[in-house]
């Protein structure tokens, strides 16, 4: 199993640019997550889904998008990128819902907006 | 709203001591806690999980709940250089789901 893994590991954007940040995971796990952690800073949840087809707002949820339309993808959609989504963003996905089991990560994208 | 709080650090230690990690939650229906460890540029890994009150423990590393308290430790004996790392708490299976701390910054002195 690849477990989680995420594209691109690195990209820089210029302000007002878009991109989709992908991620898939071959554990079959209905839950996945999007975190984003600023340097020195823990993890901000940025939206999570329960299922295919079903995701919600997290803590820090505004200039993103997201869609679960499989079972395995969770990609993350960044509109009109600003300086202020400079962050690595770390996906993950686990068994269990309500933080009940091992959360399984992502190796990261690290996104600088210029 | 729910937290968990976790001294940043940095928390210096030297080789081969123990290194005390501490953090305290606010949800008292919290069921399972976890540690991972975080080394610089890479994502978290898990290292311990506990669901019951009292000590759990598996090599260098002893995970201790105390749900009365609301509190939750991590201990690794005999501290290695490659133990120097960030170390996230996170708490889950409350009314509002996983919760993360913002982790301690570990660094083990040779």
């Known amino acids: 199993n690849a477990g989680v893994t995420q594209t691109p590991k690195f990209r820089i954007l210029k302000i007002g640019q878009s991109m989709t940040l992908q991620c898939t995971q071959d554990m079959n796990h209905n839950y996945m997550y999007w975190y984003r952690q600023d340097p020195g800073m823990g993890l901000k949840l940025i939206y999570y889904s329960v299922g295919a087809g079903i995701t919600d707002k997290g803590e820090v949820p505004n200039g993103y998008n997201v869609s679960r339309s499989t079972t395995e993808d969770f990609p993350l959609r960044l509109e009109l990128a600003a300086p202020s989504q400079t962050s690595v963003y770390f996906c993950?996905?686990?068994?269990?819902?309500?933080?009940?089991?091992?959360?399984?990560f992502g190796p990261g994208t690290r996104l600088t907006v210029l | 709203q729910k937290e968990v709080e976790q001294n940043s650090g940095p928390l210096s230690v030297p080789e081969g001591a123990i290194a005390s990690l501490n953090c305290t939650y606010s949800?008292?229906?919290?069921?399972?806690f976890f540690w991972y460890r975080q080394y610089s540029g890479k994502s978290p890994e898990l290292i311990m999980f506990?669901?019951?009150?009292g000590d759990k423990e598996d090599g260098r590393f002893t995970a201790q709940l105390n749900k009365a308290s609301q509190y939750v430790s991590l201990l690794i004996r005999d501290s290695q250089p490659s133990d120097s790392a960030t170390y996230l708490c996170e708490s889950g299976g409350g009314a509002d789901g996983l919760t993360f701390g913002k982790g301690t910054h570990l660094i083990i002195q040779p």
């Open positions: 506990i669901y019951s009150n």
């Open positions: 993950a996905s686990n068994f269990l819902g309500g933080g009940e089991g091992e959360q399984f």
């Open positions: 949800d008292r229906g919290s069921q399972s």
